[in-house]
């Protein structure tokens, strides 16, 4: 175990005014996952702006076949984790299964993973307008998180990518329009077509993160398993293995760091990552 005194606190914290001001100057937010305070660690030195405490902790660290057994005391305990050495970044925390169904539940829940879990902002799945507006009027930053939502697995039928039709990119887009109207401060795109992405990405002023989104997105966000080749099963085709892919020394801290210089020089994702 090193003795070395842990330093990633030098650079200013990361607050939804810096990723505004981020998507104003054209430079790209690059968000990863973290579940634990030495991940966090990293992530934090790598000079990653967001960490996603995502529900994917439930498929990831768990072990699920999906993320609906999560629940809100194992967002709160992984939060806390990561927060313990989240340095600079902003901290993210995913609201789990039915934590949101109405306005009550979803500022009980909130209230929890900021005030036990110490997270800066929830993020949900959904176009939950009338839930976005109660949280943004107690001052809670939120991140919707549109396309393929995997909480809804079940109904879905399967991981597939969304907004292909007309009719479907039309309504995601005026969901979005209507998440920012209600006071989500960030939009996530899960697997969605390029082109309805970058459209979206014009339209708001709010950034968006994508996932499977393509590459005109204000910032990219991954698994870190997927990111480190790590994952069971076969890897998502927007997802890259940033440490066996490369011959470079440094290990993980180094696999992290180059995929936040391939995010901020808009090198990842490209076609091969996309879906059209
Ligand atoms: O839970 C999670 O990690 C997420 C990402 C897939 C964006 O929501």
């Given at each position: 175990m090193s003795t070395t005194p842990i330093d990633n606190n030098s650079r200013a914290p990361v607050t939804v005014r810096t990723l505004r001001h981020m998507k104003e100057e054209g430079e790209k937010i690059a968000m990863l996952t973290a579940y634990d305070a030495s991940f966090a660690h990293v992530l934090a030195e790598a000079g990653v702006d967001i960490v996603l405490v995502g529900d994917s902790l439930g498929m990831v660290v768990q072990g699920h076949d999906t993320t609906v057994p999560v629940r809100v005391d194992d967002m709160v305990y992984h939060t806390r984790c990561v927060a313990a050495r989240a340095g600079h970044m902003l901290i993210m925390a995913d609201m789990p299964f039915?934590?949101?169904?109405d306005p009550v539940h979803a500022l009980d829940n909130a209230t929890r993973l900021m005030q036990?879990?110490?997270?800066h902002m929830v993020k949900l799945e959904g176009a939950v307008t009338e839930v976005v507006a109660a949280l943004a009027g107690q001052g809670i930053p939120v991140c919707g998180h549109l396309g393929l939502?995997?909480?809804?697995i079940h109904k879905l039928g399967g991981y597939r990518v969304q907004g292909r039709d007309s009719e479907a990119a039309a309504a995601m887009r005026e969901d979005a329009l209507r998440m920012q109207d209600a006071g989500a401060d960030m939009i996530l795109l899960e697997c969605v077509p390029v082109d309805v992405a970058r459209e979206i990405s014009e339209e708001l002023a709010v950034p968006t993160i994508g996932i499977g989104a393509?590459?005109?997105?204000?910032g990219q966000v991954l698994v870190l398993q997927d990111l480190l080749g790590i994952t069971p099963g076969r890897r998502p085709r927007?997802?890259?293995?940033?440490l066996s892919e490369s011959?470079?020394?440094?290990g993980i801290p180094a696999a992290i760091a180059r995929y936040v210089t391939a995010v901020k020089e808009g090198r990842f994702p490209d076609a091969r990552h996309s879906f059209e």
């Open positions: 039915m934590s949101f169904r036990e879990g110490g997270a939502q995997p909480q809804s393509g590459p005109h997105c204000d927007f997802a890259q293995d940033f011959t470079e020394p440094g």
